[in-house]
Structure formats: C-alpha cells, structure tokens
C-alpha cells in the first residue's frame, strides 16, 4: 500500500512537471497574439500595509493607525490630538485597521488566500502567485512565469537599458566636449572682436579729436581774419561816415541860403501884395481864413497841414501831392506824423479816405487822431503811444470794430462805438482841436463821433496805417 502510494504521488509530481514544462509553449503562442511584456519590478504592486509611513502630527515616529474618514496617519501617542472620545468610537468601528506593527510581523512570502509560498510570477493580474493560484490563472489563460525566469527577463532588460544608457552617457559627453570647444572658440572671436572694436574706436577718437583741434585752428584763423576785415570796414565807414557829414553839413548849408532866399522872395512879394491890397482896401491872406461864429467870440484856424518826411517809419509810407497823400507800400504796419505843432486856437484837420481795402484775412487797421509833441519821437521810433487820442477802425475775425481812444500816464481808455462805422473811398475825416479848451473831437461825413478832454498843451497830427493785403493799399489824403 505504501509503495502504491508514493507511485501515485510520483505520477502527480510528473504530471506537475509536465504542466510546468508546457507551459511555454502556451506563453509564447499567448504573446505572439497579446504581444504582452513582462512589467518591471517597480511596477509590481506592492501592499499599502507593508508601508509603514511616519506619524502626521508629530513627524518623527512612525505611524501605528489610519483613520480614512480624517485621512490622517499618527502614532499611539497623537492618536488623542486627532480624535475627541465621542469621534474615536464612531471611526474606531468603520475606519481603525489593526497596528502596522502587528502586520509587519506576517510572512509576506506566503500566499494570503491559501496560506502557501509564493513561487510563480503572473503577468496579467501583476502579482507574485503560489501553487494553487497557478490553477485559476491556466484555467483563465493568463500568462505565468516563475520567479527565475522573471528575474533573468528582467535583468536582460535592465542591463539593455544599462547599454542605452551607457550609450547616451558617452554622446552626451560627446556633445558636450563639442559644445565646449565651440564655445571656447566663440569666446576667443569675441574676445577679437572686442579688440578689434577698441582699436577702431581708439583710432576714430583720436581722428575726431585730431579734426577738432584742426578746424578750431582754422576757426581761429577765420576769426582773426574777420576781425582784421571787420575793423578795415568799419574805419572805412567811420570815414565814410565823416564825408557824409561834410556833405550834409554843406547841403545844410545850401538849403539855408536857398531857404533864405525864398523868404526874401516871399518877403518882396508878401509886401507887394500887402501893398496892392492896402491900395485896394482889402486884408486878405492866403494860409488862414478867419470864420465868425454865431456868438461872434471865437474863430477857427484853417490851417494847411502837410505830412512829415522825417516821421516816415522805416520809408514805409509813400508820399505824394506835396506831402499831402500818403500811402502804405509795405505789408506790415507803419505812421506818419504831421508838420504842425498845436498849442493855442482852433484848428481843423481833414482827411480824405482814397482807399481802405476789406481785407481778406480779416485784419486791416487805421487810426487817426493827435500824440503828445515830447512823445512824437517815441512814437516814430519805438511805437509808444503814450500821450496820444485818436480814433481807430480795425477788422478783426472779419468783423468791423471801430473805438475811440486815448492813452496817457500807462493807462489805454478804450470806448468802442455801438455802430460800427465802415470807411469807404471818398469819406472825409474830421479833427477838430481847442486848445484853449485843451480838447478833441472826430467827425466822419459830417457825423459827430465825439471826442476826448484834458489834451497835452502841445501836440501833432498822426495817423497809423496797418496790415493790408494784396494790391489794394491804405491811402488817405490831407485836405
């Protein structure tokens, strides 16, 4: 019976080695069809209960429980800072496992669902697996190793990938050793390129340098030549300048005695006339005119007045007409003064508007009136108008404004008209001086425009004729 017995469990032996020697070819027909690898060792899943990590809460020992509600791992002594008594119980039920101590002390290398050792490798479920697991893998056709053949696979490979990496080592250090003569070359064409760059530079700074020194030199020449011409011209004109005077002088000297002969003249004739009239019994005169008032108290000086060349700004003003018409040649704004000096009696000036062009720009001006005689010079000569009363008309915007106004002790008292007054060709223009009223009024057509009191003791006729356009110009007429 016993040998009977041990041939039976010879027969069950072979029969096991024969399945174990068959089943290769199964795994190799399986992985022409699956075309399946062994995983890696990595890749094998290991239990989470053979980890032991640390304690959460105290981080330096390690943890005994896992509570899954509260996710946390902690050792026996923080175990009370996690849960409160009424919370241990009801997590202590559902979530508290066993210590990791207890669980370290289990044999690992025997199967848990049949208490055997471990000594096959199956690579669809990725566990290690014992004899009487091998059964339900062949009977679901899962591929199974054992454990050495497993190993050598994977030592095959690991030492493939050893190859590779070796491989990939020695071209890194290829291309690095590359990369590094390159960039010592680099660094040697920078370096001469930078030394290329300095000498350019210190050569062009020194050429700049070089061509400054040179053209301050020659600027010195140049000064020193201008000035040694500039000294020869202006002697030249200082002598210049001396002649003219001699000539002036004796010019002066000529109209003086032509003057006083032409008052000999008018003399001799004035006495004839006065002669011939007194014969006749008539007292006439040819420059004033004495016209009676109603009162019969007063009486008005018509007096000829006449422009003066000598206040003619810059020559802007064209006279003509015996220095009676004046017309403005020029673009830009000038004045003229008249001849007269007054100071007592009545007087009238009239002046007749030839032309006073409606610009195009919206911008033309025309004043007449009286300045103080001390200020004549300022006015010719700097455009100070202190001292002066007149009556002005300008467009501006394209509107006409017309103002009188005077100006004295640096205050301008401006009236502007309600009516606007457009000066046309043919009007004729009005002063009327008292100076023994020491007063002033404006008439345009006979039209009263009114006028100003408190007049310097002495003043002299002016206009100001400005800002015209095109062919058209400012012309006006003493009467």
Request: charged letters at 40%; glycine letters at 2%; hydrophobic letters at 25%.
């Amino acid at each position: 019976m016993n040998k009977s017995k041990n041939s039976k469990k010879k027969q069950k032996t072979k029969k096991r080695l024969k399945g174990k020697h068959e089943k290769p070819k199964r795994r190799k027909k399986k992985k022409k069809q699956k075309n399946k690898d062994p995983k890696r060792l990595k890749d094998i899943k290991i239990p989470f209960e053979l980890q032991i990590p640390q304690c959460q809460v105290c981080e330096e020992k390690k943890a005994d429980f896992y509570c899954k509600e509260c996710k946390v791992h902690c050792c026996k002594n923080c175990e009370p800072q996690v849960h409160t008594p009424f919370l241990r119980e009801k997590h202590y039920e559902s979530t508290f496992k066993e210590p990791y101590i207890q669980r370290q002390k289990i044999n690992h290398n025997i199967c848990n669902k049949h208490q055997k050792e471990l000594c096959l490798y199956c690579i669809d479920e990725n566990e290690l697996i014992c004899s009487v697991c091998y059964g339900t893998c062949i009977k679901n056709n899962h591929s199974v190793l054992s454990l050495n053949d497993y190993s050598n696979e994977i030592s095959e490979k690991i030492k493939i990938l050893l190859n590779k990496i070796k491989k990939e080592e020695t071209q890194n250090n290829e291309t690095i050793e590359y990369t590094r003569a390159k960039q010592n070359k680099l660094k040697q064409e920078i370096k001469d390129l930078a030394n290329y760059i300095k000498n350019e530079s210190d050569l062009l700074i020194q050429k700049i340098q070089n061509s400054k020194i040179h053209s301050l030199n020659l600027l010195n020449k140049v000064e020193i030549i201008s000035n040694t011409k500039f000294t020869k011209i202006l002697n030249e004109k200082e002598e210049k300048q001396k002649k003219l005077n001699k000539n002036k002088n004796k010019i002066k000297k000529m109209e003086k005695l032509e003057k006083d002969e032409k008052n000999t003249i008018k003399l001799i004739q004035e006495s004839k006339k006065i002669l011939s009239k007194e014969v006749e019994g008539v007292d006439e005169r040819e420059e004033r005119v004495l016209i009676k008032k109603e009162n019969g108290k007063r009486k008005i000086d018509m007096e000829r007045e006449e422009f003066d060349p000598d206040t003619n700004w810059e020559n802007k003003i064209k006279l003509k007409n015996n220095n009676k018409t004046a017309i403005n040649k020029s673009i830009d704004s000038t004045l003229i003064c008249g001849k007269n000096i007054y100071s007592s009696g009545k007087h009238k000036i009239k002046i007749k508007i030839d032309q006073y062009p409606n610009p195009k720009e919206g911008l033309n001006t025309i004043s007449l009136g009286v300045i103080k005689t001390e200020n004549k010079e300022n006015l010719v000569a700097m455009w100070k108008h202190k001292g002066s009363y007149y009556f002005k008309t300008w467009w501006s915007g394209y509107k006409l404004k017309c103002a009188k106004r005077k100006k004295d002790i640096g205050k301008t008292i401006t009236k502007i008209y309600p009516k606007n007054i457009k000066l046309e060709e043919d009007d004729i223009f009005e002063i009327s001086l008292d100076m023994d009223l020491r007063k002033i009024s404006f008439k345009i057509n006979e039209k009263n425009l009114g006028g100003w009191d408190n007049l310097p003791e002495k003043v002299n006729f002016f206009a100001f004729l400005s800002d015209q356009y095109g062919e058209e110009k400012n012309k006006i007429t003493l009467i």
